[in-house]
């Protein structure tokens, strides 16, 4: 296979940028809005967090069967793109829009819509991951690509989400018309990129001749050993980077009492988010993908312990502490992602069956379950501890808030660093299984 070029590794990344503004929103802003817009409890949001992830149980591995067996003149995975990207993001504008319904009527909203979103962001997340298998089997190439995702991912989406959304919703008359707005306005610009990637990126690597049936999708996931360690790994990198993030604006709003420093905190994030840009394709080309991912994890935990010890009123230590700890997710983001499709082919080695989907739809599935498990947790947290929305908050709430958006995040990547010291599948051994993989095919 010729090497890729930069331009379509750009071309095809640039669909990051329009899947994460969609999630991104949906990530920072859906449970503060449940809570202090929408009106639901903690305990409800909690709910409808876990429901929404044991669809996705069923839901999730169906999807990648599907896109696995698809077979169209675009290709298998670039059709979802295409049909999903509007969809996707109508229901994402539903989601943050307030209904003239009370008591159950309201709830059932919430759940419908946000079910909803879930199964149509798979629909579109899980196709679009799924590419980067068969864009390239270079592991190096990958690890680029999963940096030029994450520029777009983080770098582009997550900055204009976390600094560009407060001062927006600012300019309304109240948060309810203000969120939607966003919703809009980010819906538009979403699926026009994810467009633009359909159009300007091609799948180099044919699907195999012989398919696999819905039997064999447990075994495919069971005994990739590979894929399980790495998928609960990133289950737990989710926890951190979903658990911190949520839980950011309570923090600004409630413990520091200043909302406007949310937007100010996240700018001092964007150029240490650009420093891990920047830093992992040269630290991955010497370290390998797998260390850079383990020391990623080792800095978060460590920056999250420190950070709860200092007193509230040193910012500028907060904030320096924060820079470091998000250099480090920016290692985990981008390395994780690089290494996914990595597990497709030790599969293959495994057991025969060459699967893009369900790899795919097995880390859409676990990325989906940290962040329900993350949303839940804070729910029953702040649920437990006395959290009442838009009040002065009592002790043992404020004290919630603090360890949520610190040591919870922190020990969620420590021990994402115990899990990753049982992943095996290093470049040396990849290489290796790829050598045997040629020789099989050339028998």
Request: charged content about 15%; proline content about 4%.
């Amino acid at each position: 296979m010729k090497p890729l070029r930069k331009f379509d590794m750009f071309n095809y990344s640039i669909g990051d940028l329009g899947i994460n503004l969609n999630f991104q929103l949906i990530a920072f802003f859906l449970a503060y809005f449940y809570t202090d817009v929408f009106g639901l409890s903690p305990a409800h949001m909690a709910g409808l967090f876990l429901a929404a992830r044991i669809w996705d149980a069923v839901n999730d591995p169906l999807m990648g069967y599907l896109a696995d067996h698809t077979r169209t003149r675009w290709g298998r995975f670039r059709p979802y793109l295409l049909f999903g990207a509007l969809p996707l993001n109508v229901v994402m504008m539903a989601c943050f829009f307030v209904p003239d319904l009370s008591g159950s009527a309201k709830i059932v909203y919430a759940y419908v819509t946000y079910i909803l979103h879930g199964m149509l962001f798979t629909a579109v997340g899980l196709p679009y991951s799924s590419i980067s298998a068969v864009l390239t089997q270079d592991q190096q190439e990958r690890a680029v690509i999963s940096t030029f995702r994450m520029f777009f991912a983080i770098i582009i989406a997550m900055s204009l989400v976390s600094i560009g959304v407060r001062p927006f919703i600012a300019q309304f008359p109240d948060e309810k018309m203000g969120f939607f707005a966003v919703a809009v306005g980010f819906g538009i610009i979403s699926t026009i990129l994810i467009l633009v990637a359909f159009w300007r990126t091609r799948e180099r690597l044919q699907a195999p001749s012989e398919s696999y049936g819905l039997k064999d999708i447990w075994p495919i996931v069971r005994k990739n050993d590979a894929l399980l360690t790495l998928a609960l790994a990133m289950f737990l990198n989710t926890c951190f980077w979903v658990t911190a993030n949520q839980v950011a604006l309570y923090y600004f709003k409630y413990i520091l009492k200043n909302e406007d420093l949310f937007s100010v905190f996240f700018l001092y994030m964007l150029p240490a988010n650009l420093v891990g840009v920047l830093l992992v394709p040269f630290l991955t080309k010497r370290f390998g993908k797998l260390k850079v991912f383990i020391w990623g994890s080792a800095v978060v935990g460590l920056s999250g312990l420190l950070r709860h010890l200092l007193p509230i009123e040193e910012l500028g230590f907060f904030i320096t502490l924060s820079m470091v700890g998000t250099i480090g997710g920016m290692f985990c983001s981008i390395t994780q992602w690089g290494m996914v499709p990595d597990t497709v082919e030790y599969g293959e080695w495994k057991t025969g069956i060459r699967s893009e989907g369900i790899p795919f739809a097995f880390f859409s599935f676990t990325q989906k379950a940290g962040i329900a498990i993350a949303g839940a947790l804070t729910g029953w947290i702040l649920s437990g501890a006395g959290y009442v929305a838009n009040t002065e908050l009592v002790e043992s709430a404020a004290l919630a808030i603090r360890l949520l958006f610190n040591i919870v995040p922190a020990c969620f990547s420590l021990l994402c660093m115990v899990v990753l010291l049982f992943y095996k599948l290093d470049g040396d051994r990849f290489n290796r299984i790829m050598r045997e993989l040629s020789e099989r095919s050339s028998k």
